[in-house]
């Protein structure tokens, strides 16, 4: 069975600063990976995946994540933060052998302070 | 297109009452998924089903009751509320199989059982 650990339950950042939000997974067979954004009261939203191929995918908004099986990560960054950056970003995984099941971590809350 | 839409969007029940909470997507995705989220818990997976009648336990099914008589609905049942179970419940619909890239939610159900 797989399972996702999001190492920081919060992290507060300043604007323009750079962030890493933290991300392993275990899992005994190939994996999907997925970041998701939710903002306030709202539902979740895909941020980015990674599926096959390179291990850096990027997002539209400058976010990128790097797939790393040696050591079971999937860590999500940005450059340069914004005050919209601000949600609670979930990582999430499924296995490649066509699980039913989206297995999501706790969520790591992204405050963006002026 | 309307994705994936959840109904009510806000509930108050008493302990003891009864409850559906519906979801309807027309993306003719096969899988379905209720996840209830809590604070600090992430989102956990309640039942799923992977095609039109059928169904299965997540993570923390107890006290819930789910069908999928149409492939676009999939319905979760409280049959005696209990205050425990104040959360707030999404639903999500992916392809699922080979190509589970992505799980659509819905916009969300705050239910409080007092």
């Known amino acids: 069975a797989q399972s996702v650990t999001q190492l920081d339950s919060q992290v507060p950042v300043f604007e323009e600063a750079p962030v890493e939000l933290r991300c392993n997974y275990s899992s005994s067979v190939s994996v999907y990976l997925f970041w998701y954004v939710q903002y306030p009261n709202q539902g979740l939203q895909l941020l980015l995946k990674?599926?096959?191929?390179?291990?850096l995918v990027e997002s539209i908004n400058g976010f990128e994540a790097e797939f790393n099986k040696s050591q079971t990560s999937f860590h999500l960054r940005k450059p340069s933060v914004h005050i919209s950056d601000t949600a609670e970003y979930f990582c999430?995984?499924?296995?490649?052998?066509?699980?039913?099941?989206?297995?999501f971590g706790k969520g790591t809350k992204l405050t963006v302070n002026p | 297109n309307a994705g994936v839409t959840q109904t009510p969007k806000f509930r108050v029940l008493k302990t003891g009452q009864s409850m559906t909470l519906l979801c309807a997507q027309d993306m003719n995705h096969e899988y379905m998924y209720w996840y209830r989220q809590d604070p600090g818990m992430g989102l956990r997976l309640i039942h799923y089903?992977?095609?039109?009648?059928?169904?299965a336990k997540g993570e923390v099914p107890d006290g819930y009751n789910v069908s999928r008589l149409k492939k676009q609905n999939f319905l979760l049942g409280l049959e005696s509320a209990a205050p425990s179970q104040t959360s707030v419940y999404f639903c999500?619909?992916?392809?699922?199989?080979?190509?589970?890239?992505?799980?659509?939610f819905g916009q969300g159900t705050r239910l409080t059982v007092v």
């Open positions: 990674y599926l096959s191929g390179s291990t």
């Open positions: 999430a995984v499924s296995d490649q052998g066509g699980s039913e099941k989206l297995v």
């Open positions: 999500a619909s992916s392809y699922g199989g080979s190509q589970n890239t992505e799980a659509f």
């Open positions: 089903s992977v095609g039109e009648g059928t169904t």
